[in-house]
């Protein structure tokens, strides 16, 4: 299976590394022609607005939201959440997304760089022990549409709990960087309940 790693702006090496520990192909893309070969994308860590930004530049926007829409698997983490939201709070100023999935997401909900914390999460289809969650300017889940999973969620300052792991069909994304922490179990659930999924539907 061919993962891309959308490799405009971010943490891009290091969600390659921990896809190639899950046994599949990865490779950076930056060009049309090599999103339309992948099998499955991620959305890395970065800046979401900066992202899209050169996704529109470099003539990739519209066909990646043109693959999603057409079921390709898409893993999305941190800012990669944002891009897969449907709807955005504290949004800049014309800010884009690829959407997909039915999500109201807020950016920079836990803070700034400074408020960046670790967590130990219980994912749902993950298996124990539980993880942990690096969350650096993360943004947080504020409601989810009737077709999402929610998969994991953690209490804010204000007593609150809020969904950070979240899935719908194809779709994954999280607030936190699994890719960060050298723990591949995200990417293996990817690989093998989301990806494998929509195969096996096709």
Not at 52 to 74: N, Y
Request: with cysteine; proline share 4%.
């Amino acid at each position: 299976m061919k993962v891309g790693v959308l490799a405009l702006q971010g943490d891009v090496r290091e969600h390659i590394k921990a896809l190639g520990e899950c046994g599949v192909h990865p490779f950076p893309v930056r060009r049309a022609s090599e999103i339309e070969k992948v099998d499955a994308l991620i959305l890395p860590g970065g800046e979401s607005t900066t992202i899209a930004l050169l996704a529109q530049s470099f003539g990739l926007f519209e066909l990646i939201k043109t693959r999603i829409d057409q079921g390709l698997p898409v893993y999305g983490s941190c800012a990669g959440m944002i891009l897969l939201a449907d709807r955005v709070l504290d949004a800049t100023k014309d800010q884009k997304t690829f959407g997909g999935i039915d999500i109201t997401v807020r950016r920079n909900a836990f803070g700034r760089q400074v408020d960046s914390f670790e967590s130990n999460l219980t994912v749902s289809g993950i298996t124990a022990p539980a993880m942990k969650a690096l969350f650096i300017r993360a943004p947080w889940v504020e409601s989810v549409g009737v077709g999402v999973e929610v998969l994991a969620s953690v209490k804010s300052a204000d007593g609150l709990s809020h969904p950070v792991a979240v899935r719908q069909g194809s779709l994954l994304a999280t607030s936190f960087h699994p890719e960060l922490t050298g723990d591949n179990r995200i990417h293996r659930y990817f690989v093998e309940q989301v990806c494998k999924a929509e195969k096996s539907i096709k």
